[in-house]
Nanobody, 124 residues
Framework: QVQLVESGGGLVQAGGSLRLSCAAS????????MGWFRQSPGQEREFVAS????????YYADSVKGRFTTSRDNAKKMMYLQMNSLKPEDTAVYYC?????????????????WGQGTQVTVSS
């Protein structure tokens, strides 16, 4: 069983930056592919970024590519999402997710564990 807890959300002006953190429990964190997803009111959940178990490979949604960077520290059981040049359309609840079977897909339905989410609000 893995528990995930996101933190770091908040209110920021357009053009600003935030760094989200995802703290994981469990001794197998270093074997899990991880992902970031977001959901706005009335919208479907969407993929933001994902990272391999080793941290050597990452994927990004086109909408955040060049602005967001995900990383992980397996020794600390942490994953991060650095968000720069934030836009009002980035406003959403951001979730981290873990996949215990390897891989780090773009499809959220393939992830096993989810955090409770952290709100990010970008004002114009």
């Amino acid at each position: 069983q893995v528990q995930l807890v996101e933190s770091g959300g908040g209110l920021v002006q357009a053009g600003g930056s935030l760094r989200l953190s995802c703290a994981a429990s469990g001794r197998l964190f270093s074997t899990y592919g991880m992902g970031w997803f977001r959901q706005s009111p009335g919208q479907e959940r969407e993929f933001v970024a994902s990272i391999s178990a080793s941290g050597s490979t990452t994927y990004y949604a086109d909408s955040v590519k060049g602005r967001f960077t995900t990383s992980r520290d397996n020794a600390k059981k942490m994953m991060y999402l650095q968000m720069n040049s934030l836009k009002p359309e980035d406003t959403a609840v951001y979730y981290c997710a873990a996949r215990g079977r390897g891989g780090f897909p773009l499809d959220g339905s393939l992830y096993t564990y989810w955090g409770q989410g952290t709100q990010v609000t970008v004002s114009s």
